[in-house]
C-alpha cells in the first residue's frame, strides 16, 4: 500500500528545518509539515524576498491551522552564511526533529564562494556542513523522552540523475575547481551521488541504535519544478515549450505525488501498519519507498567512505571544536 500525504502523522512540539524552502518540493514540503502542527518550521533560503513571499503563499493555503514558520537565511554557496544559520538555529532552539536537506542546482556553472565546483558545493558541501554543525542539536533531540529511535531524522535530496556520474568518481581536485573539462550532466550527476553516499555515511558514522537519528536519502522522481531554470537561462517562450514537453514525459507536479517521497522518508513511523514500511537509516529510496534502484556506483561503499573522508578533511576547520 502506497504512502499517502494522509498518512503523516501529527508533528506536535517538532522543530523543523527545509533547506531550498521557497520553491518547488521544499515550498510544497513546508506546507504539507506546517499543517501537522509542529512547534515551529524554518524556511531556510538565500533570497530573503522569495522566501517571504513564500511563506505568505503558505500561510494563506494552510489557513489558521498553518504552524510558525520563520525565515532562515541560508546561501548553500558560502559556507560562511552556513556557519551563521546553523549557529542561529542552534542558539534559539533546544531541539531539531528533523532536517530536510532539499535545495538543489542543477545545471548552473561556475564556484562557489569557498571554490567548489557550484554543484557540488551546494548541494553537496553545503549541506554537509549544515548537517554536521546541526547533528549535535539533532542527537539532544533524539535522546529526549517520548522520542523513538529514528524518529528524529534527517533527509537528504538526491536524484536518479546520480547515475550521470562518471565512474572515475570523485575527482577531488578537479572539484575542488569548475571543472570545465566535464560536462553538466556529470557535474550535477557526482552532486546527486555525493548526496546518497553522504547519507548513507553519516548512518555508519552516527548509527540510529546509539544516536536515535535516521538518515534517508531519496530521489523524489520527475517533478515540475523551477529545476531546469538555469539550464542556459531558458527564455520565457521556451520555458512555455518546457511546460509542455514536462507534460509529454509524465513529469509529476509538486502536490501530491512529486513531494510525497520525501515526505514519506521524513514522517512514516515504524511500524505504521497497513504494509506501509518506514525508511532504514542510510537507505536510498525511489518513490515511493523503494529501495535498491540506485545505479552500481551508488552502493561502492569504498567511493562513499572515500567521500565521507575528504569531506571531512575539508569542513574540519569550519566546524565548532
Ligand atoms: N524536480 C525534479 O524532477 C527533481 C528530480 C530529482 C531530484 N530533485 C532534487 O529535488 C531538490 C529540490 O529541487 P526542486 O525540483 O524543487 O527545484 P527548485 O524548484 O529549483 O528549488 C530549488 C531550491 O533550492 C534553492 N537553492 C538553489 N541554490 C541555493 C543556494 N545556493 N542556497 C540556498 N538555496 C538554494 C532554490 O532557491 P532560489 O529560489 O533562490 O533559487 C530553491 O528554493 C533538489 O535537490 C533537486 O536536485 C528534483
Same mark, same amino acid.
Request: proline share 5%; net charge neutral.
Given at each position: 500500500?502506497?504512502?499517502?500525504?494522509?498518512?503523516?502523522?501529527?508533528?506536535?512540539?517538532?522543530?523543523?528545518?527545509?533547506?531550498?524552502?521557497?520553491?518547488?518540493?521544499?515550498?510544497?514540503?513546508?506546507?504539507?509539515?506546517?499543517?501537522?502542527?509542529?512547534?515551529?518550521?524554518?524556511?531556510?533560503?538565500?533570497?530573503?524576498?522569495?522566501?517571504?513571499?513564500?511563506?505568505?503563499?503558505?500561510? *494563506?493555503?494552510?489557513?489558521?491551522?498553518?504552524?510558525?514558520?520563520?525565515?532562515?537565511?541560508?546561501?548553500?554557496?558560502?559556507?560562511?552564511?552556513?556557519?551563521?544559520?546553523?549557529?542561529?538555529?542552534?542558539?534559539?532552539?533546544?531541539?531539531?526533529?528533523?532536517?530536510?536537506?532539499?535545495?538543489?542546482? $542543477?545545471?548552473?556553472?561556475?564556484?562557489?564562494?569557498?571554490?567548489?565546483?557550484?554543484? %557540488?558545493?551546494?548541494?553537496? $558541501?553545503?549541506?554537509?556542513?549544515?548537517?554536521?554543525?546541526?547533528?549535535?542539536?539533532? *542527537?539532544?533531540?533524539?535522546?529526549?523522552?517520548?522520542?523513538?529511535?529514528?524518529?528524529? #531524522?534527517?533527509?537528504?535530496?538526491?536524484?536518479?540523475?546520480?547515475? %550521470?556520474?562518471?565512474?572515475?568518481?570523485?575527482?577531488?581536485?578537479?572539484?575542488?575547481?569548475?571543472?570545465?573539462?566535464?560536462?553538466?550532466?556529470?557535474?550535477?550527476?557526482?552532486?546527486? $551521488?555525493?548526496?546518497?553516499?553522504?547519507?548513507? *555515511?553519516?548512518?555508519?558514522?552516527?548509527?540510529?541504535?546509539?544516536?536515535?537519528?535516521?538518515?534517508?536519502?531519496?530521489?523524489?522522481?520527475?517533478?515540475?519544478?523551477?529545476?531546469?531554470?538555469?539550464?542556459?537561462?531558458?527564455?520565457?517562450?521556451?520555458?512555455?515549450? #518546457?511546460?509542455?514537453?514536462?507534460?509529454?514525459?509524465?513529469?509529476?507536479?509538486?502536490?501530491?505525488?512529486?513531494?510525497?517521497?520525501?515526505?514519506?522518508?521524513?514522517?512514516?513511523?515504524?511500524? $505504521?501498519?497497513?504494509?506501509?514500511?518506514?525508511?532504514?537509516?542510510?537507505?536510498?529510496?525511489?518513490?515511493?519507498?523503494?529501495?535498491?534502484?540506485?545505479?552500481?556506483?551508488?552502493?561502492?561503499?569504498?567511493?562513499?567512505?572515500?567521500?565521507?573522508?575528504?569531506?571531512?578533511?575539508?569542513? *574540519?576547520?569550519?566546524?565548532?571544536?
Amino acid at each position: 500500500m502506497a504512502f499517502k500525504l494522509s498518512d503523516i502523522p501529527s508533528l506536535k512540539d517538532k522543530v523543523i528545518l527545509v533547506t531550498g524552502g521557497n520553491e518547488g518540493l521544499g515550498k510544497e514540503s513546508v506546507f504539507q509539515l506546517a499543517t501537522r502542527s509542529p512547534a515551529k518550521i524554518y524556511l531556510a533560503a538565500r533570497n530573503p524576498s522569495k522566501a517571504e513571499a513564500a511563506i505568505a503563499e503558505i500561510k *494563506q493555503r494552510a489557513g489558521p491551522e498553518c504552524a510558525p514558520i520563520q525565515l532562515l537565511s541560508l546561501d548553500l554557496s558560502s559556507l560562511d552564511s552556513v556557519k551563521k544559520a546553523a549557529a542561529e538555529v542552534t542558539a534559539n532552539e533546544s531541539r531539531l526533529d528533523l532536517l530536510i536537506a532539499n535545495a538543489g542546482v $542543477m545545471g548552473a556553472g561556475g564556484v562557489t564562494e569557498d571554490g567548489y565546483e557550484l554543484q %557540488f558545493g551546494v548541494n553537496h $558541501m553545503g549541506h554537509a556542513l549544515l548537517i554536521r554543525s546541526l547533528l549535535p542539536l539533532m *542527537q539532544e533531540t533524539a535522546q529526549r523522552e517520548g522520542i523513538s529511535a529514528g524518529e528524529t #531524522r534527517c533527509v537528504i535530496l538526491s536524484s536518479s540523475a546520480e547515475s %550521470f556520474a562518471p565512474a572515475s568518481i570523485y575527482p577531488f581536485d578537479e572539484l575542488k575547481s569548475d571543472y570545465a573539462s566535464a560536462g553538466m550532466w556529470a557535474k550535477y550527476g557526482i552532486s546527486k $551521488m555525493a548526496n546518497l553516499h553522504y547519507a548513507s *555515511q553519516l548512518a555508519i558514522h552516527y548509527p540510529e541504535a546509539k544516536t536515535g537519528i535516521r538518515f534517508v536519502s531519496v530521489h523524489p522522481g520527475g517533478v515540475i519544478t523551477n529545476l531546469g531554470d538555469t539550464l542556459n537561462n531558458w527564455p520565457k517562450t521556451e520555458r512555455v515549450v #518546457r511546460k509542455f514537453a514536462a507534460m509529454l514525459l509524465n513529469l509529476k507536479p509538486v502536490e501530491e505525488e512529486g513531494v510525497r517521497n520525501q515526505l514519506w522518508a521524513a514522517t512514516c513511523p515504524d511500524g $505504521m501498519g497497513d504494509g506501509l514500511k518506514a525508511p532504514e537509516s542510510g537507505g536510498f529510496y525511489y518513490p515511493v519507498g523503494i529501495a535498491g534502484k540506485g545505479s552500481k556506483t551508488a552502493y561502492n561503499k569504498a567511493k562513499a567512505d572515500e567521500l565521507w573522508e575528504w569531506t571531512e578533511k575539508e569542513l *574540519q576547520p569550519h566546524l565548532a571544536v
